[in-house]
């Protein structure tokens, strides 16, 4: 069983880290647009497995690597919530 502080530490890393990664990745897509479909792909997959370190290296410092399935719910909420974000003030600077 894992203690409930650390359940808190890994889930607001997580969420964190998603809302980090979607923002970052947006800037990188930008960066890379002007690069031909195979630069991309290899640009893309060094961010990627750079970003994958960071999670892994960051959920080791907090809790010795406990991946848990609330881990990948918070990514995916961050990632989602920055989207949701980036959406409502754009609409708010359209007005």
């Known amino acids: 069983m894992i203690a409930l502080d650390l ?3 890994l889930v607001i890393f997580s969420f964190i880290f998603g809302f980090l990664f979607s ?10 647009s002007k690069f ?4 991309k792909f ?3 997959l060094f961010l990627i497995i750079f970003m994958t370190i960071v999670y892994f290296v960051g959920i080791q410092k907090i809790g010795n690597a406990i991946f848990h399935i609330y881990s990948i719910i918070s990514i995916i ?10 959406k409502a003030i ?6």
């Open 36 to 39: 031909s479909n195979i630069k």
């Open 77 to 86: 909420v961050g990632f989602v919530l920055y989207d949701l974000i980036v």
């Open 90 to 95: 754009a609409n708010t600077n359209k007005k």
């Open 42 to 44: 290899i640009c893309s």
């Open 23 to 32: 923002s970052l990745l947006e800037w990188f897509n930008k960066k890379i």
């Open 7 to 9: 359940q808190i530490k």
